[in-house]
């Protein structure tokens, strides 16, 4: 779950930023193969890109030069915005956070 927060969350900040951003096919391009596994190390790494990612994100908002309502550039007629697709990440984070819970409280490892 942690890893397909992160690959939507890139197509995002690529959509918004990138100049050759390409569309990415669903589900495979926003989903680790069905029997992906991983180490801590692979663990780390995902959460701290994720972690990265979301702060570029941050500091677009926060910058006053960027305008959050302006065209983005890979938009073309649909004239999506900047608020929009962070509405859209802040969504999705925490829908997906949502669902980490209540997987952790099944099976009882549950901390508040």
């Given at each position: ?89 802040a969504a999705h984070n925490a ?8 997987l952790r409280r099944v099976m ?5």
């Open positions: 779950m942690v890893e397909h927060l992160r690959l939507a969350q890139k197509d995002i900040l690529d959509y918004i930023a990138s100049e050759q951003y390409r569309w990415p096919t669903f589900p495979e391009d926003y989903w680790p193969a069905a029997r992906a596994t991983t180490d801590l190390a692979g663990w780390n790494a995902s959460v701290k890109q994720f972690l990265a990612d979301r702060q570029e994100l941050v500091a677009l908002v926060q910058n006053p030069a960027v305008d959050l309502l302006a065209p983005l550039p890979n938009s073309g007629r649909h004239r999506h915005h900047l608020l929009r697709e962070i509405h859209i990440v829908y997906h956070t949502g669902e980490l819970i209540g009882g490892i549950w901390r508040p």
